[in-house]
């Protein structure tokens, strides 16, 4: 029985697939180690009709070990398309390569290639702003296992971003992709990350116009997510990734030791309380820790009034965890069917934002495709159409440049 989108988009995420050398990929975006490395795949959308946005966005993974066993590989050409056959039962699933856009290549004024400043991630933006995350300076090391962000920052991606670099590149992707966010993250920075990044808040909302994502690790003084919001953040993310408390500790150190999960949790609830509902996310990886915990840790994370973001695991090259197994399907799908329900149970208004389609994880409105067809289901749909219709003119006057 084939697959549907999402479930695809699983299996794809726990399998990888190959790229047989005969196949071109002239005119694909490229393989991109930039951030924590998540984005080391092939960035492929594929068909949804029965999805109110018609296609399911997604990084396979391609270069690491598991992809080279992997049951799926690509075919097909840039001029008659491309499809992914499965060798298990030859189940063929037609995809599109989106583009590599051409302002990648193009310099900042800095003369700073825009793809070593941002990258496109499905249809967002994401740059990583600040200096490299603290937690790579320490002796040993006290980074996050799964995480290639002190290998990457100063090599697949500049070392330093100023303000026009980071405004520069924005206006671009907006202008010629269409992009409505960016996601700005830096990783841990002491108690001066939240400052740091604030300028370049300021500077993209005013200058160029974009719905803003900040993604940095917890502060204790939480009036500076106040300030961050006068500013105009839209969105904020705390990645949270592990709810057993070992589990945390063993894979990441440095947040067990600077943090603890509380923190993380804390700041989530604080900013879901400032701002509209469905504006923070609180991320986890699953696949590390019991499937248990991984199910718990949503319904944890939704209870605070933040959406749960749910990473499948990656065994990224030159991570701590470069051999690690990824997760089983079964398991992936039970916890993204968890993440669709918890939504609904919290009226999470999904999918309201526009044009933002995530490839790094299965986003909760993918997982709609897996949820059973019944009376809430359709209630569900309703509410988050209507989410949509009645926030698109807020979203389009917090898009205007000042
Ligand atoms: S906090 Fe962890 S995941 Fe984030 S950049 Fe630092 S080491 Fe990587």
Redo the contacts with the bound molecule.
């Keep these: 029985m084939p697959l549907n989108a999402c479930e695809l988009e699983i299996d794809l995420f726990c399998h990888g697939m190959r790229l047989p050398p005969a196949v071109a990929l002239t005119g694909a975006r490229g393989v991109s180690r930039t951030?924590?490395g998540l984005g080391s795949g092939l960035e492929i959308a594929i068909p949804a009709p029965s999805l109110a946005k018609r296609e399911i966005w997604m990084n396979v993974p391609v270069v690491e070990s598991f992809a080279e066993v992997s049951p799926y590989r690509l075919t097909g050409s840039p001029e008659g398309g491309y499809s992914i056959v499965d060798d298990r039962d030859l189940a063929a699933y037609p995809v599109r390569l989106p583009p590599e856009p051409s302002w990648y290549a193009r310099l900042t004024s800095r003369d700073v290639p825009m793809n070593r400043i941002g990258v496109l991630q499905g249809t967002y933006l994401g740059i990583y702003v600040n200096p490299v995350?603290?937690?790579?300076n320490y002796s040993p090391p006290?980074?996050?296992q799964?995480?290639?962000?002190?290998q990457n920052v100063g090599s697949a991606e500049a070392a330093v971003k100023t303000i026009e670099d980071v405004v520069e590149t924005c206006w671009a992707a907006k202008q010629e992709s269409g992009v409505t966010f960016v996601h700005l993250?830096?990783?841990?920075q002491g108690s001066r990350g939240l400052a740091f990044i604030a300028p370049y808040v300021e500077a993209i909302k005013r200058d160029v116009g974009l719905l803003v994502g900040v993604q940095m690790?917890p502060e204790y003084d939480f009036t500076r997510y106040d300030a961050l919001v006068a500013l105009g953040v839209d969105h904020f993310s705390f990645?949270l990734?592990l709810l057993d408390p070992k589990w945390f500790a063993r894979i990441?150190p440095?947040?067990a030791h600077m943090h603890g999960q509380g923190l993380y949790l804390d700041a989530m609830k604080y900013c879901a309380s400032l701002m509209p509902h469905g504006a923070v996310s609180g991320e986890i990886i699953a696949g590390i820790e019991p499937l248990e915990n991984t199910l718990k840790a949503i319904d944890e994370i939704a209870a605070r009034g933040a959406f749960p973001t749910v990473c499948i695991f990656r065994p990224t090259i030159g991570s701590d965890m470069e051999q690690w197994p990824s997760p089983p399907y079964d398991e992936m799908r039970r916890v993204m069917q968890h993440m669709y329900e918890a939504c609904r149970r919290h009226w999470l208004p999904i999918g309201a934002a526009p044009n933002i389609e995530v490839s790094l994880v299965v986003s909760p409105d993918d997982a709609a495709l897996l949820a059973e067809r019944d009376a809430s289901f359709y209630v569900y749909a309703t509410y988050r159409w209507l989410s949509r219709v009645v926030a698109a003119p807020v979203f389009r006057r917090r898009m205007r440049a000042a």
């Design positions: 951030r924590a995350c603290a937690f790579w006290q980074n996050c799964f995480c290639t962000t002190g993250n830096g990783g841990f690790a990645c990734e990441c440095g947040k």
